[in-house]
Nanobody
């Protein structure tokens, strides 16, 4: 089993920044990847960024490219999502998720989930 725990959410003004953390523990895989998803009220959950643990290769959805950065700290078994230039439309519950599958850039690949952390961006 894999456990994921998010932290770092909160309330921020538009244009501000937040950094989310995802602490990973338990069993991992050689092709392990971590993704960040978000779900806004009334909307479907979407994969916004992901990173391969072994290679560091990353994926971003177009709406966050240039504003969000995903990174990993192998020593701390933690993945970060640095979010800059936040907009009110970034308001959502943010989840980190894990997978051992090769198709980690696709939302259906993820099997393990954290509990989520709320991000609210005020205008």
């Amino acid at each position: 089993q894999v456990q994921l725990v998010e932290s770092g959410g909160g309330l921020v003004q538009a244009g501000g920044s937040l950094t989310l953390s995802c602490a990973v523990s338990g069993r991992t895989f050689s092709n392990y990847a971590i993704g960040w998803f978000r779900q806004a009220p009334g909307k479907e959950r979407e994969l916004i960024a992901a990173i391969s643990w072994s290679s560091g290769t990353s994926y971003y959805v177009n709406s966050v490219k240039g504003r969000f950065t995903i990174s990993r700290d192998n020593a701390k078994n933690t993945v970060y999502l640095q979010m800059n230039s936040l907009k009110p439309e970034d308001t959502a519950i943010y989840y980190c998720a894990g997978t051992g599958r090769m198709d980690w850039a696709y939302p259906h690949a993820y099997d393990y989930w954290g509990q989520g952390t709320q991000v609210t961006v005020s205008s």
